[in-house]
């Protein structure tokens, strides 16, 4: 799994971060095609959870694609960083 997209032309290198569960949700949704509440059930969590998570995935990498942001797989190194 890649670990970092960046958009070309870069626009803005403030980073958006994926978090791990987000990065799953959308590939167990989106890629595996797995309906909310299978997915849930992969991963020990509620649909609602799984709404949740889809949501701001698809929003982070929406907002990467648009804003020409780079998109990090994985919490940031730093606190000061989001």
Do not use: C, H
């Amino acid at each position: 799994m890649a670990s970092r997209m960046n958009p070309e032309p870069l626009v803005d290198d403030r980073a958006l971060y994926l978090d791990l569960a987000e990065a799953e949700t959308l590939r167990l949704v989106d890629l595996e095609g797995l309906y909310q509440e299978q997915a849930g059930a992969v991963m020990g969590v509620s649909r609602g959870t799984i709404w949740r998570l889809l949501f701001s995935a698809r929003q982070k990498v929406v907002r990467s694609i648009y804003e020409g942001r780079p998109l990090v797989i994985g919490l940031p190194d730093s606190p000061d960083e989001s």
